[in-house]
């Protein structure tokens, strides 16, 4: 089953669920949701993939609030308490599938014709699904984590192109449909189990809070190029800035402000790599206000100053 989730706080009338299954398709008009809570947590009997199109949404997984920007994906397990918030503007789809055809996939423990397609199974994802098809792991309560690590364009390209071939096969199907969409179920796999495409976080319910939490921190220094304040993150993350800046700190033994400069010198190295800017352009538009400071940081992450550092490439 897909469904899409379109969800516009200031104009509930517009936001909607289309729901996509092999029997049959509908939409669900939202216009009298009042938003929910972790007092309105729901669960299933199925494997779902929750991946964010455009906006940011918060998820609630057992009690636990995260955010979720464009392109980020979860796995969630089966029989995990899970809802969404109709706080912010997103939208969003909702991949499920059962125990059932996952055990497809996998052609029931039978031989496949090649190699390489048994090799597709040894990933995190199918790791994941086999482990939590046996009735014994049903309770585990636990997720998979991608941050992308692509461009906005890029997963326009990579994976909203699968997931909109997904729906067109269950609009219109044909003889081959299902093993059309199995094909499509595994190229989505092999992008978000690739290091260069997404960076793959297994949460429990009671450990890795703090490196999911880190890689979170990571996307939004890319996002902003390292030119985000303390506050900024807390506010974005709904954590103490506090608490943000010791995870930082553990995590890379650094202070939240001289990694995040590690985000800012590598974008000012791209600009001067790759446009043809003013070294005075670059430092405003990185937010720099005193050039000299600019020049000073730069020397002191690369060795020279910009402008030699351009005149090298």
Known sequence: MITL??????ALDTSAL???????QFNIPLHGIKGRSKNSMHQHNSFEFTYVLR???????????????PGSCCLMNRDTLHTEETSTDFICIFFSVSSNFIKMLTNYGNPMLFPQ???????????FLEQNTQEQH???????????????????????DIFEQMISTLLYPYYGATYHLQDLFFQLIDILCDEQY???????????????????????????????????????????GTYLGKIVKKQTGQSLFDY????????????????????SDIASELQFNNRTHFYKLFKNYFGVTPREYREQL
């Open 138 to 160: 049903r309770n585990t309560k636990d997720f998979i984590d991608f941050v992308p690590r692509i461009s906005a364009k890029e997963q326009k390209i990579l994976v909203h």
């Open 260 to 279: 995040s400069m590690n985000f800012t010198m590598k974008t000012a190295a791209d600009m001067l790599k790759n446009t043809k800017k003013s070294v």
């Open 117 to 127: 397609e048994q090799q597709r199974f040894d990933n995190l994802i199918f790791h």
């Open 55 to 69: 906006g940011n949404m918060y998820q609630i997984v057992e009690g636990r609030r995260y955010l979720y920007t």
């Open 18 to 24: 289309s729901v996509f299954t092999p029997e049959s």
């Open 5 to 10: 989730m379109s969800i516009h706080p200031d």
């Open 198 to 240: 997404y960076q793959a976080i297994h949460v429990t319910a009671k450990k890795n809070m703090e490196s999911l939490l880190f890689a979170r921190i990571e996307l939004l220094l890319d996002e902003y190029h390292g030119r985000i304040s303390n506050s900024e993150l807390a506010h974005l993350l709904n954590y103490d």
